[in-house]
């Protein structure tokens, strides 16, 4: 045999690393029939895993770890499958190690990429999916893959069946159902998002079965259409130009990072990985699908942009200040006001310009400095409502367990990035929104600002005027309504920014001390709420109590005296008939 058959058959012995045991042993039948593949050890925590690589010897070394993104997401004081990762390439950087993870989102792959993962795959891919991917990975290409388990490629090249190759026809019918596929994915995200909020049960029952429909569908349209590419032998990485992006759609390309430093703390990597997450996200335009005007609707997708972007880049600023200042944690919650109001006024100077005038009742006006007069009410309104403000700043600065439904996550944890993610938009939203509400207060209808900045849509005096109530409603109907139940159901709801859309998320959160404070009108609606809680399941129990005897009664007694007369009735008519009869003999 030669050197390179020794090579290509040689066993590739891997170890899984998953919290689940059932997956463990799917994951270990389902390579059986490898021959090449062999799972010779399996853990179940990232202790067991470090316990098995420091007892196996140096002439019997594993050649692949697999590894579960989502690890301890269940123990936050375990240690995080990201940091496993991070210690196992710090270990030993040649040994490639495979992320599987049930999230495909962007964050994730550069979560993936910031611990120096060798590869990305989502835990439903098929074993011929899984064995193409790992053969990739020990001949030392990097693989990352998104949610469609029927295509695999590394970085550099997508696989190819050996003389088959696709002809025009066969390219046609794989875009034509990649299309439908991308369509299902949309409705899918969609309806993801929905259910998160608050909503009827009869709805959401609605709700989850067009999930199972087009799950179901997707499922369909994987097997006909967009059917598993052939198996993939190992082969040395080709130096041959990557293929065009519409045979590789499920694919998506990504810069494998070098070594980490090992003096980089694990902060900076996730404070990266949450700029860069909402920074791809603001590359396509933002569609409001929250059921209510949003300030930053009037300006064009361009300006909309450029305003999150400088957002964020203060936002960066304002943590590296804060981190070279040496701030303690315990001061974070009396600066926090002071912080997010020299944020609003840094952004408003760079989105507008310090020197900014335009002419107004023939003079000439600082849009910025009439702007910066309404600080007062811009923090009292929209800034000190933003939650989580403080809790993000420590988790990002001091590595602070971030509270998820109850339960303190590390940093690192994805639970935790979701989390710190969901916060980042909200901030970014409601920062743009405190930017451009002045501006709609005072400039509404100025000719030089709505040129500059507003959306066609609005250019008309009587549509930014409608426009201008209808957010003035919002604010009345949140304030004495929304606001009050919100804090009685103890969530609050936070803008998201998916896919291409601005959606509403509600998240727990206890809010007992501000329902203490309430007064007027909002309490009353809480105690309006409270009554209904108290009054409706007994209405609705006497209201039922009361229908059975409805129906008993218009059964059971009325019913069967209706039928009583018409039974005499019929006798009756029976009778007469027959005496006439009678009478005409």
């Known amino acids: 045999m030669s050197p390179s058959e020794s090579a290509v058959t040689r066993v590739v012995k ?149 003389g088959q190759p696709l002809g025009p026809w066969a390219r046609l019918w794989r875009q034509t159902g990649q299309s439908g596929l991308q369509q299902i994915e949309d409705a899918l995200a969609e309806i993801a998002a929905s259910l998160e909020n608050p909503m009827g049960e009869v709805e959401r029952l609605i709700m989850e079965g067009r ?55 694990a902060v900076h990597d996730v404070q990266s990985i949450l700029f860069d997450a909402v920074l791809a996200k603001l590359q396509q335009p933002l569609i409001n699908q929250t059921q209510m005007p949003l300030e930053i609707d009037v300006l064009r997708d361009e300006k909309r942009r450029e305003l999150c972007y400088l957002i964020l880049r203060r936002l960066e600023a304002i943590l590296d200040e804060l981190r070279y200042s040496q701030v303690q944690p315990d001061e974070l919650e009396t600066k926090r006001s002071p912080i997010l109001l020299d944020l609003w006024q840094a952004v408003v100077i760079d989105f507008l310009g310090r020197y900014y005038t335009v002419a107004l009742n023939d003079r000439s006006v600082e849009v910025v400095a009439v702007i910066l007069d309404d600080q007062e009410r811009i923090q009292r309104e929209l800034l000190d409502p933003i939650p989580f403000v403080v809790d993000w700043l420590a988790h990002l600065l001091f590595q602070t367990p971030l509270w998820v439904e109850r339960t303190a996550y590390p940093v690192g944890n994805p639970a935790a990035i979701a989390r710190a993610e969901l916060i980042l938009d909200h901030l970014v939203i409601q920062l743009a929104n405190a930017v451009v509400q002045p501006l709609l207060d005072r400039f509404a209808n100025v000719e030089p600002i709505k040129q500059a900045l507003y959306d066609r849509r609005v250019m008309s005096f009587r549509e930014m005027e409608r426009f201008r109530n209808d957010l003035s409603w919002r604010y009345r109907l949140s304030r004495y309504f929304a606001e009050p139940t919100d804090m009685f159901e103890s969530q609050y709801r936070l803008f998201a920014l998916r896919g291409r859309a601005i959606r509403q998320v509600a998240v727990y959160a206890p809010r007992t001390q501000d329902l203490e404070q309430l007064s007027g009108l909002p309490y009353v609606v809480t105690l309006a709420l409270e009554a209904r809680d108290a009054v409706s399941p007994r209405l609705r129990a006497a209201i039922a109590f009361v229908g059975s005897g409805v129906i008993y009664v218009l059964t059971d007694v009325v019913g069967r005296g209706i039928g009583l007369i018409a039974r005499g009735i019929l006798k009756g008519v029976g009778d007469a008939w027959q005496d006439s009869r009678f009478s005409r003999k």
């Open 14 to 162: 891997i170890m899984i690393v998953d919290s689940d045991p059932v997956f463990r042993l799917g994951f270990r039948l389902g390579l059986e029939r490898f021959p090449d593949l062999q799972v010779v050890a399996e853990a179940e925590t990232a202790a067991i895993a470090l316990d098995i690589l420091a007892a196996r010897s140096a002439e019997d070394p594993l050649d692949l770890i697999v590894l579960e993104a989502a690890l301890g997401a269940s123990d936050p004081t375990a240690m995080q499958g990201l940091d496993l990762c991070r210690q196992l390439k710090q270990d030993q950087p040649d040994r490639p190690v495979l992320l599987l993870s049930d999230r495909s989102e962007a964050i994730f792959i550069a979560a993936a990429q910031q611990v120096a993962a060798d590869g990305y795959c989502p835990r439903q891919a098929t074993a011929e999916v899984l064995a193409g991917v790992m053969r990739r990975l020990r001949s030392g290409q990097a693989m990352w893959l998104l949610a469609d388990e029927g295509a695999i490629a590394p970085a550099a090249e997508a696989p190819r069946a050996i």
């Open 211 to 265: 999930q199972r429909e087009l799950q179901a569908a997707r499922w369909l349209v994987r097997r006909w259409l967009v059917p598993d590419l052939p198996k993939v032998e190992p082969e040395p990485e080709p130096e041959s130009p990557p293929p065009p992006p519409d045979e590789t759609r499920a694919i998506v390309q990504l810069p494998v990072p070098g070594a980490l430093e090992p003096q980089l703390a």
